[in-house]
């Protein structure tokens, strides 16, 4: 049989099993949805078996599809590996990469991609600049930062926004609060309660912004810098919060809190990667951004890519 494989069905293969969705691998391809289609479609009349299956809402790998999707495993990072090494022959392999961030939690997947990322590119100098910043983004047009993580989508034509994931936010109480039999949590629940929170901004909290302003819902407030303060402070009955699932999963298999979704549909945060429009194709940066996604993917819950 001949072989009617590119790379870029591999990639079509690869996106599909990461976003579990043919819209969003279609998106993150900058191809349309029929171009997707029309892709597996070729494969499938080719090998004359399926390789997807619709299970629910979502979409499964047939036995042959779990063997190509095992090939584009093995293959595409050996494909990235070449063209990193010719991106370092081309634009050398030093350089640096200061990365901002506007997350109190973003360190739980940061660290780890940091690992990944000093593994391959040794040669560039990676730090983060100190300190908790409200505008993230501002540091690279001051030049004291190279990588903004942000939750917003900013109009801003000097500025290039990578997406990294999108995040599910869960209300937390404690396991003896009348809240906690409930079996979501509306703006409505939090107006007799006090908010715990990080000490940011308020357009920077995804529950107010998007859930209690709306609704003209404005509880005291209590704040402080660690989750682990908030998850104490929530389970003494001290008030409620919200946090994204992934940086609290620990407390929550040990039940020391309890999560409820917010509002009946959930709540979801998103984060980006902000570079300078200039340097939006350096081959170092686009590896960080890169590897943020696959850890964030592999290692936490609730989590799914943008």
């Keep these: 049989m001949q072989s009617l494989l590119e790379l870029r069905h591999l990639k079509t293969l690869a996106a599909i099993h990461d976003h579990k969705s043919i819209t969003r691998a279609a998106e993150r391809l900058h191809l349309t949805q029929s171009a997707i289609s029309h892709q597996l479609r070729l494969l499938e009349d080719h090998y004359g078996v399926p390789l997807l299956i619709r ?28 063209e990193r090494d010719i991106a370092k022959l081309r634009e050398g ?12 939690t973003c360190f739980d ?12 590119w040794p040669e560039v100098e990676l730090d983060i600049v100190s300190g908790f910043h409200a505008d993230p983004v501002g540091l690279i047009f001051e030049d004291r930062a190279d990588l903004a993580i942000v939750s917003e989508l900013e109009p801003e034509p000097r500025v290039v926004h990578h997406p990294l994931f999108v995040s599910e936010m869960i209300a937390l109480v404690a396991r003896d609060h009348p809240l906690a039999t409930k079996p979501w949590l509306d703006a409505a629940d939090f107006a007799g309660e006090t908010l715990i929170t990080y000490p940011v901004p308020d357009d920077m909290l995804d529950l107010i912004r998007k859930v209690l302003r709306p609704a003209g819902v404005n509880p005291p407030r209590r704040t402080t810098e660690l989750t682990v303060a908030i998850l104490q402070l929530v389970a003494s009955r001290r008030g409620i919060a919200a946090l994204p699932h992934w940086s609290v999963q620990p407390y929550l298999e040990r039940g020391y809190v309890v999560a409820k979704p917010v509002t009946e549909q959930g709540l979801t945060s998103e ?5 300078a429009a200039e340097r939006a194709e350096v081959a170092y940066l686009q590896e960080f951004v890169s590897i943020v996604r696959t850890v964030s993917a592999n290692e936490l819950p609730g989590v799914t890519l943008l």
């Excluded at 299970?55 to 042959?64: E, I, N, R, V």
């Excluded at 640096?96 to 506007?102: F, G, K, P, T, Y």
Aim: aromatic share 8%; net charge neutral; hydrophobic share 55%.
């Design 93 to 104: 392999e030093a350089g640096q990469l200061r990365i901002a961030v506007e997350c109190h």
């Design 109 to 120: 997947w940061l660290m780890p991609a940091m690992d990944i990322f000093r593994e391959r």
């Design 271 to 275: 984060l980006y990667a902000a570079v």
């Design 55 to 82: 299970k629910g809402s979502s979409l499964a790998f047939t036995p042959a599809g779990e063997k190509l999707l095992l090939l584009a495993q093995t293959v595409m990072p050996q494909v990235n590996a070449a």
